[in-house]
């Protein structure tokens, strides 16, 4: 799916441009299952007989699938990718919506914007790291997106001249 990316004049939000509704329900299917699932089968087990130590284990294993399966489907239906510049750090997370992930910071010294790497790595996503710290964009762009985007962090980064 190709991504497409928001500018502003101190920040970049890269999101996908097409979004599955199959998918999303699917994924929130799975979830409610999930969520369910455990306490069902508790229902049930205590006409049968006593509930032993596995209850908890099948709990916590299903709502731990549910968790994830929610995730799923929050970035599939909110996700985004947020890159935020200031005068001596470049901020990147993920938005799922209700909550933040994966946030990265760059810290920057005065002059240091040749210090910056630049370059598309082994799994086909683009990074952008210093000594300090390493951010990979794991959406779908093309080498002409990511560029844009590039010069765009650069030219926010001169702007605000880290003192």
């Given at each position: 799916?190709?991504?497409?990316?928001?500018?502003?004049?101190?920040?970049?939000?890269?999101?996908?441009?097409?979004?599955?509704?199959?998918?999303?329900?699917?994924l929130?299917?799975?979830?409610?299952?999930?969520?369910?699932?455990?306490?069902?089968?508790?229902?049930?087990?205590?006409h049968?007989?006593?509930?032993?130590?596995?209850?908890?284990?099948?709990?916590?294993?299903?709502?731990?699938?549910?968790?994830?399966?929610?995730?799923?489907?929050?970035?599939?239906?909110?996700?985004?990718?947020?890159?935020?510049?200031?005068?001596?750090?470049?901020?990147?997370?993920?938005?799922?919506?209700?909550?933040?992930?994966?946030?990265t910071?760059?810290?920057?010294?005065?002059?240091?914007?040749?210090?910056?790497?630049?370059?598309?790595?082994?799994?086909?996503?683009?990074?952008?790291a210093?000594?300090?710290?390493?951010i990979?964009?794991n959406?779908?762009?093309?080498e002409a997106?990511?560029?844009?985007?590039?010069?765009?962090?650069?030219?926010?980064l001169?702007?605000?001249?880290?003192?």
């Open positions: 799916m190709p991504a497409h990316f928001l500018l502003s004049e101190n920040s970049v939000i890269i999101s996908d441009s097409e979004r599955s509704i199959l998918a999303i329900g699917m929130l299917l799975l979830t409610l299952v999930a969520f369910s699932m455990p306490i069902a089968v508790t229902l049930i087990g205590l049968q007989t006593s509930l032993g130590a596995g209850v908890l284990m099948s709990y916590i294993l299903c709502w731990g699938i549910a968790a994830y399966f929610l995730r799923l489907a929050l970035w599939n239906l909110y996700g985004k990718e947020v890159i935020q510049i200031s005068a001596c750090t470049i901020e990147y997370h993920c938005s799922y919506g209700l909550f933040i992930d994966n946030k910071t760059l810290t920057l010294e005065k002059d240091d914007l040749y210090g910056i790497d630049i370059y598309k790595n082994t799994d086909n996503h683009w990074v952008i210093n000594e300090t710290a390493v990979e964009i959406q779908g762009l093309s997106a990511f560029m844009t985007i590039a010069s765009h962090v650069f030219q926010a001169a702007r605000n001249q880290c003192p």
